[in-house]
T-cell receptor
Framework: RKEVEQDPGPFNVPEGATVAFNCTYS??????FFWYRQDCRKEPKLLMS???SGNEDGRFTAQLNRASQYISLLIRDSKLSDSATYLC???????????FGAGTRLTVKP | DAGVIQSPRHEVTEMGQEVTLRCKPI?????LFWYRQTMMRGLELLIY????????DSGMPEDRFSAKMPNASFSTLKIQPSEPRDSAVYFC?????????????FGEGSRLTVL
């Protein structure tokens, strides 16, 4: 089983759509979780942390289910500028060893 | 403020040649990471340092790869000899150890092509 697993997509959605990405992780000892965004031919950048109770940042909502070792990211009212690859990231064994999923590619079309 | 600086941005070399990639972390950050990204395998952690000390190098593919951090402001990743399967984008990232929020600050990457 991969350490951090994501549906690679691609997801092609129209502007204004709601889209959800899922991620599972294999290490039950993991304590911290994040979503990063990577634009084409650019470096990854932090989008948001994922908290146990779930959290929202504008149009973005992140959820964590520790029992199922599952993380999700929901994007509402998607914009053209949301087109990117979204990387699920897990802090491995409570140190600063960060493991990345392969990413889910999103294309938002007019 | 300057971010993480990597060089070279692009390198094309022939199989068997030595490749050295360089990284300057953000000043004050004391954790440094080397990642490799390919289409097939995504972003893989190769090695990371805390306070210039290698903590985990289990991701280094084989003996052809080596990494050093001689001081807090400089790290190198060396491949000798290089092979075509080493072609990838190599990212360096840094973070503070204390008060860390989980954010890794990545450089723009070094795109390596081995012919």
């Amino acid at each position: 089983r991969k350490e951090v697993e994501q549906d690679p997509g691609p997801f092609n959605v129209p502007e204004g759509a709601t889209v959800a990405f899922n991620c599972t992780y294999s290490n039950s000892a993991s304590q911290s979780f994040f979503w990063y965004r990577q634009d084409c031919r650019k470096e990854p950048k932090l989008l948001m942390s994922v908290y146990s109770s779930g959290n929202e940042d504008g149009r973005f909502t992140a959820q964590l289910n520790r029992a199922s070792q599952y993380i999700s990211l929901l994007i509402r009212d998607s914009k053209l500028s949301d087109s990117a690859t979204y990387l699920c990231v897990v802090n491995w064994a409570n140190n600063n060893d960060m493991r990345f999923g392969a990413g889910t590619r999103l294309t938002v079309k007019p | 403020d300057a971010g993480v600086i990597q060089s070279p941005r692009h390198e094309v070399t022939e199989m068997g040649q030595e490749v050295t990639l360089r990284c300057k972390p953000i000043s004050g950050h004391n954790s440094l990471f080397w990642y490799r990204q390919t289409m097939m395998r995504g972003l893989e952690l190769l090695i990371y340092f805390n306070n210039n000390v290698p903590i985990d190098d289990s991701g280094m593919p084989e003996d052809r790869f080596s990494a050093k951090m001689p001081n807090a402001s400089f790290s190198t990743l060396k491949i000798q000899p290089s092979e075509p399967r080493d072609s990838a984008v190599y990212f360096c990232a840094s973070s503070p150890m204390t008060g860390w929020t989980g954010e890794l600050f990545f450089g723009e990457g070094s795109r390596l092509t081995v012919l």
